[in-house]
């Protein structure tokens, strides 16, 4: 499979906009018009109860580790290929072509993209945000502590440079994603779960 068939396909699975799409089927709603407007799992929750939130961040971030496994499979020696499958996936849910571009923060698709490349990192943030939420109910503080942490991991654990390189450039992305979070955590009025 060429490599430009991989990013592709990388792409197209990471704009899949479950939030949406289960929301709609089994609410009746669209989650973009209620709550945050968001379409990631934070939301999602918040509009229509933890169990479906649930099911959209484990289905984010498979859409996230199946493109960078498909890579793997396809393309097994090269670690730059993974990692900008695994960058095309992050980019597809942030910006999905079938929502003209308004995706979500992409904190669970990225999990699932260092799962499979940095597999310590991505647990040791998934635990980070997971302790900080259930202290806090703040997903934002939860997911930018993830992000320093599986970045911090990824430096010291990562079979490749290029995977602690994506893990750094993935959390950049999640800062611009997260910019209006940031803004609302200093001045005091982030919302909470």
Same mark, same amino acid.
């Given at each position: ?9 990388? @792409? ?15 609410? &009746? ?11 990631? %799992? ?10 479906? &939130? ?27 290929? $993974? ?8 980019? &597809? /849910? ?7 571009? $308004? ?25 980070? @945000?997971?302790?900080?939420?259930? %202290? ?5 503080? &939860? ?11 990824? %430096? ?21 994603? $997260?910019?209006?979070?940031? /803004? ?10």
């Amino acid at each position: 499979m060429s490599s430009a068939t991989l990013l592709l396909l990388g @792409y197209l699975a990471g704009s899949i906009p479950f939030g949406v799409l289960l929301t709609r089927w089994v609410r &009746g709603v669209d989650v973009r018009q209620s709550g945050s407007g968001n379409i990631g %799992a934070t939301n999602v929750t918040r509009v229509a109860g933890k169990k479906l &939130g649930a099911v959209v961040l484990l289905l984010d971030a498979l859409k996230g580790s199946l493109a960078v496994g498909l890579a793997l499979w396809f393309a097994p020696e090269e670690p730059r290929m $993974h990692a900008a499958v695994g960058l095309a996936a992050f980019l &597809g /849910h942030v910006y999905p072509v079938w929502l003209k571009l $308004h995706g979500g923060k992409g904190v669970a698709t990225a999990l699932g993209v260092l799962v499979v490349l940095v597999p310590v990192a991505a647990l040791s943030a998934a635990l980070v @945000y997971a302790g900080l939420v259930a %202290a806090w109910r703040v997903s934002s503080v &939860g997911s930018l502590a993830g992000g320093v942490t599986a970045v911090v991991l990824s %430096a010291l654990t990562a079979p490749a440079p290029e995977y602690a390189g994506l893990a750094v450039l993935l959390f950049a992305l999640i800062l611009w994603t $997260h910019r209006s979070n940031i /803004h609302r955590l200093l001045r005091r009025t982030e919302r909470r779960f």
